[in-house]
């Protein structure tokens, strides 16, 4: 199981990564020069709200990463799933954001993958927590 475990969490924080690093490129492109898939965000002062999320979704994602390599991962599957419970709901609680500005397809693969990501740390966290037999 130990390897399933630093494995979700080397794939979680390598996702948020990425992704949380796309985001925040694509929103600088669109606040400050009205292009990509934010264009309609240029000179947004909302702007700064995603852009945080998405900087704290990258910093959280170095930290799971070097969680990975960690003897105890329990605290760190906690702070991942609760991190996917977070970012998913926010996505649900402002699904017409994604409508407004023509993202439905981004919106429904992110929170697809949140889902799935609380439901994996929730799966480790528990599997983890259990006693280990004696070798």
């Known amino acids: 199981m130990s390897a399933f475990s630093r494995w979700t969490l080397r794939i979680?924080?390598?996702?948020?990564?990425?992704?949380?690093?796309a985001?925040?490129?694509a929103e600088t492109a669109g606040h400050f020069f009205g292009v990509g898939p934010l264009a309609a965000m240029?000179?947004?002062p909302y702007t700064i709200g995603g852009?945080?999320?998405?900087g704290l979704a990258v910093l959280i994602a170095v930290l799971l990463?070097?969680?990975?390599?960690?003897?105890?991962?329990?605290?760190?599957?906690v702070v991942a799933l609760v991190t996917h419970l977070f970012?998913?709901?926010?996505?649900l609680l402002f699904w017409?954001?994604?409508a407004a500005l023509g993202l439905v397809a981004a919106g429904s693969v992110t929170t697809a993958l949140h889902i799935a990501f609380v439901a994996a740390q929730a799966a480790c966290w528990r599997l983890e927590r259990q006693p280990r037999s004696p070798s």
């Open 12 to 21: 979680d924080g390598a996702l948020l990564a990425l992704s949380g690093s």
């Open 23 to 25: 985001a925040m490129l």
């Open 42 to 44: 240029r000179g947004s």
């Open 51 to 54: 852009f945080e999320a998405h």
């Open 65 to 77: 990463l070097r969680g990975a390599a960690q003897a105890d991962r329990v605290p760190w599957h």
């Open 87 to 91: 970012l998913g709901s926010a996505n």
């Open 96 to 98: 017409p954001t994604y």
